[in-house]
């Protein structure tokens, strides 16, 4: 890879997670078109350009391609018209990771295929259904509980965890009204009685060793991460095996950026869950906890620059700050308590800017360092709960 910059990257999706990856990228002089379908993306707010367009559109897509001729396409999201990264990857464009591996886990189907059936990796029983009466049929082979999920989504919308049989329609309902793109199928998986969910934050290199971020332990809601924290407390030969699985699986993906590999952690296994081929939002603790965070990281891995080292600097955890109902176009968004919040040492937040809301919508995220795990979660938590939004008429 040449080390020369700037270079021009287009960020395919906007959301928080690209805001903070334009930041960093900006940050040594790169060029950034950030690409949405929605006007006043947080990415756009600090992007060079700014394009709203639908990404499932592949004519759309040609046309920002073709006005910036980027070096690099960075998708941040899973709705894009993939086929189109293939064909402009040929045209010597770097796709990141790859357009194969961007293609492959668009869905959770193919991920899961993978890392099962492929390269024999320990994964909850699962199977797809394509209709109501599949997944009835489905759900009772695998048993109760079990967890629902569309196969494209993002953020765990869509998800639920079904306990009884007259549940699993109203599942169904939920997970393709849920769903990304046309995608109409679901995958169910049964119930893993974990003791703790993990993101193991994977960076692959172009001509280096795989790296790895000190594991972050994080408590999910209706699917939606709600905090994260990290160090996760985790058996030496558990992390072990989690860090080969990760390795595994983003070797078969190939390419160069970071994975956010999510496990469970039972008493004696960790159990591959999902990945996502770009920074997570678990991963947000990283802008307190590393001397480079996980966008700072995703950049230079996709530029071939060193990363001589990742040290984390203690305990530290986030909490998310959430909207509690939906906004109008008549009402701007403000948000009050972030003194409070940032009275508290250690403790830092981010707020967004998205300009609309919805019920459980993410708006912020709160940062705090602590003694130890449980103080800095504990201040994360208050943070969170001391900001609240605002909605001013105009």
Request: proline letters at 5%; glycine letters at 8%.
């Amino acid at each position: 890879m040449s080390l020369t910059l700037p270079k021009t990257i287009v960020l395919l999706g906007s959301g928080e997670l690209g805001k903070e990856f334009v930041i960093a990228a900006q940050r040594m002089g790169n060029r950034v078109v950030a690409v949405d379908r929605y006007a006043d993306a947080p990415a756009m707010q600090v992007a060079d350009h700014a394009e709203v367009i639908s990404m499932l559109d592949g004519d759309a897509l040609e046309a920002v391609i073709a006005q910036y001729s980027p070096d690099f396409i960075v998708p941040e999201i899973e709705a894009i018209r993939t086929e189109k990264l293939q064909e402009f990857e040929d045209r010597g464009i770097t796709v990141i990771p790859t357009a194969a591996a961007t293609h492959y886990t668009m869905n959770r189907d193919r991920i899961r295929d993978l890392a099962s059936s492929e390269l024999g990796i320990r994964t909850a029983r699962y199977g797809y259904a394509s209709s109501a009466d599949e997944l009835v049929a489905i759900s009772e082979k695998i048993g109760f509980p079990n967890v629902v999920k569309p196969v494209m989504s993002s953020s765990g919308k869509g998800q639920s965890t079904v306990t009884l049989l007259e549940e699993v329609t109203a599942a169904w309902d939920y997970a393709t009204a849920q769903a990304r793109g046309a995608s109409s199928r679901v995958i169910v998986e049964e119930f893993i009685q974990f003791n703790l969910e993990i993101t193991l934050l994977t960076i692959r290199q172009w001509d280096g060793p795989t790296l790895f971020c000190p594991p972050i332990g994080h408590r999910q809601e209706r699917g939606d991460y709600q905090e994260s924290w990290q160090p996760a407390a985790i058996a030496p030969a558990l992390l072990e095996s989690a860090q080969a699985q990760a390795k595994a699986v983003t070797d078969a993906l190939g390419g160069a950026g970071i994975f956010g590999v999510e496990f469970f952690i039972t008493e004696t296994e960790a159990i591959f869950s999902e990945l996502s081929p770009r920074p997570h939002d678990t991963g947000m603790v990283t802008m307190t906890s590393q001397n480079l965070n996980e966008f700072e990281l995703h950049l230079r891995a996709i530029l071939g620059l060193p990363i001589p080292v990742i040290s984390q600097s203690g305990p530290a955890a986030s909490a998310v700050v959430l909207a509690d109902r939906a906004s109008d176009s008549s009402e701007a968004i403000a948000y009050g308590g972030v003194h409070k919040a940032l009275a508290e040492p250690g403790v830092d937040v981010r707020l967004f800017g998205k300009p609309s809301t919805r019920p459980q919508r993410r708006m912020g995220v709160t940062l705090a360092q602590g003694d130890t795990v449980e103080q800095a979660r504990q201040k994360a938590k208050q943070a969170a709960e001391a900001i609240a939004l605002e909605f001013i008429k105009s």
